[in-house]
Structures are given as structure tokens and as C-alpha cells.
């Protein structure tokens, strides 16, 4: 295999990516970055948005994308700090009654663009709006002093990580083994790549189309409870902006706009290259104002990267066919 077709397996590009922005961070500041308080740290903040980029990366190779999850991170969280707070339910029911709304809003988006036919962004973007008000009417401007029980489970150590660093791996490893291996999730990809095909060899594209988006909003649910429990209290502004950020780290990890290509393993690279980029800014004291610039030049990047492979992949097809 060549060089030109190695870089064009983008996980493998993003991987080589990472390994050149730790060596010139470790050279550049070597008695703050390569420690593993930083290493620890930068894992833990990139923890609960690869839970949610999993999610859109399934979604995007199916073909679709979900503007909505930042908006339930924030509601699940909310539902959960709210029972808990103000009622004194136990954590467990707290923690399932803000999952399972997140995952009634994924049914309601799923339904509503697989049956009855909305384009997903309209759908979406919708959504995100209501989602975020009602959000912002259960926790004002804030609930805290959550109980210990609840917290544990965003705070907890175990081998130097937080809790949520381990749920995150637990998350990618399984869906990456189900997208990898299992029939029923390997079907997103004919989807992506081509939904009329899809449907006329069997599959049940709605259905898939709709337990997709279930599925982001269940992830973003569990994403919004373990915030909550991490920072021990529960905002109605949490999640904000975070759709932006996992579509950019699937892009990043090998997700295509146009459907039908990457793999969840790509997601958790993605967001590793931002939290790491993130991480150079914040030690090299760069404005806070210049991680935004930064967020939507690589994205602009990526969606480029995509389309140049996407076209360069053609043209390969078109010179074999012509050779045939």
C-alpha cells in the first residue's frame, strides 16, 4: 500500500495527526504536557463528548446528523439533578428518567424524519431549540449540592482515571465491536451509501433511520448524566455548542457528510485531536475566544479533506473502469 492511499484511510491520518502534536507539545512544554495529570485531565474532558460523537458517527454513516444531542445532555442532566434535588428520589430512578426522556426525544426526531419524511436538519434544529428551553426551565440557573451517591458516579477514580474516562472506552469499544461485527448495525452502511439500493434488498431503512437517532439521544442522555454527576451540579447552558464539536471529531475520524464511510474507533481519534489541540491552546495561554477560530477552521478542514478524498476516490474508479 502507498503512502497517498495510507493517508486516505483517515483514521490512520488522524492517528499520525495526534503522535506529531504530542511529540512538538512534550518538546515544546516538557514538564507540563507529557505528565499524566495533564494525559488524565485531557481524557476526562474529552469523555463525554466521545460518547456523544460515537452516536453521530453512526448517524452520519447511515447518511444523517443530530443537532439536537448538546440540547438533551443538558436535559437529561437536568431531569436527573432535579428529581434528585428537589423530590429526593434515589439516584438510580433519577439517572433512568433523564436517559429515558433523551431517548423519547430521539424517538420523536427518529419518527418524525424516517416516517413522516422532515429533513434531518429542520427536525433537529427544531428540536435543539425546545429541548434547550425546557432544559433551561428545570434547572434555572443552576442546581447543586447534588448527593454524594449521584456524584460518585462522575467522580469516582479508578487506576488514576475518572469514571466517566472508563464509561467512554466501555462505549466505544462496544459499539465499535457491534459496527464491526454485528449484521443488524452493519446495515447503516448500505444505508449511508446508498438508501434506495438499502431498501430494495430487504432492509428496513426506517426502522434503522429511527433507532439511529434513538440511539445518539440515549448516549447523549447518559452523556448528560455523567456531566451532571462529574461537576456535581446540573445547567441548563450544558451541552451548548457540543453538536458542533462531535460532528467535527466524526468528520475528523473518517465520518463523510455524504454517508456510508468511517468507523466509531475514528470518533474517539477525533476528539482526541481537538481535546488535544484544546489542551496546546490552554498551556500555551492562547484566548479562550481563539479555540472557537481554531474549532471552525478544522472543521472547514475536514469537510474540505472529505470532499477532496470522496472526488479522488472517483476519479481512481473512473481510470479502473477505463482500463476494463
Not at 507539545?25 to 463525554?48: D, E, K, M, R, Y
Request: hydrophobic share 55%; glycine share 12%; charged share 10%.
Amino acid at each position: 500500500m502507498n503512502i497517498n492511499r495510507l493517508l486516505q484511510q483517515r483514521e490512520i491520518a488522524i492517528a499520525l495527526s495526534i503522535a506529531v502534536v504530542c511529540i512538538v507539545a512534550s518538546i515544546a512544554w516538557p514538564s507540563v504536557f507529557p505528565t499524566f495529570g495533564n494525559l488524565s485531565q485531557l481524557f476526562l474532558n474529552i469523555s463525554i463528548e466521545t460518547i456523544v460523537a460515537c452516536g453521530m458517527m453512526i448517524l452520519l454513516i447511515s447518511g444523517a446528523f443530530d443537532l439536537s444531542v448538546g440540547s438533551v445532555v443538558a436535559l437529561s442532566g437536568g431531569i436527573a439533578a432535579y428529581l434528585l434535588y428537589n423530590h429526593g428520589m434515589y439516584p438510580l430512578p433519577a439517572i433512568l428518567a433523564g436517559v429515558g426522556a433523551a431517548a423519547l426525544i430521539g424517538l420523536i426526531n427518529g419518527y418524525l424524519v424516517a416516517y413522516v419524511g422532515i429533513n434531518p436538519m429542520i427536525q433537529t434544529l427544531a428540536m435543539m431549540g425546545i429541548v434547550r428551553g425546557v432544559a433551561m426551565m428545570i434547572s434555572g440557573s443552576g442546581i447543586q449540592n447534588l448527593h454524594a451517591d449521584f456524584t460518585v458516579l462522575g467522580q469516582s477514580r479508578f487506576l488514576g482515571f475518572q469514571s466517566p474516562v472508563w464509561i467512554m472506552m466501555a462505549v466505544v469499544l462496544v459499539l465499535h465491536v457491534l459496527m464491526s461485527k454485528h449484521v443488524l448495525f452493519r446495515q447503516y452502511y448500505y444505508i449511508g451509501s446508498n438508501e434506495q439500493a438499502a431498501i430494495l434488498s430487504g432492509i428496513r431503512v426506517k426502522r434503522l433511520k429511527m433507532h439511529s437517532f434513538v440511539l445518539i439521544s440515549l448516549l447523549a442522555g447518559i452523556a448528560g448524566v455523567l456531566l451532571a454527576a462529574r461537576m456535581g451540579a446540573a445547567l441548563g447552558t450544558s451541552g451548548r455548542g457540543m453538536e458542533l464539536r462531535v460532528i467535527t471529531a466524526a468528520i475528523l475520524g473518517g465520518a463523510s457528510l455524504l454517508g456510508g464511510t468511517g468507523k466509531v474507533f475514528g470518533a474517539l481519534l477525533g476528539t482526541i485531536f481537538m481535546g488535544l489541540v484544546s489542551n496546546v491552546l490552554i498551556i500555551a495561554r492562547v484566548s479562550g475566544y481563539w479555540q472557537d477560530i481554531v474549532l471552525g477552521i478544522i472543521l472547514i478542514v475536514a469537510v474540505w479533506l472529505d470532499l477532496a478524498l470522496k472526488k479522488q476516490s472517483v476519479k481512481s474508479l473512473k481510470k479502473v473502469v477505463g482500463k476494463r
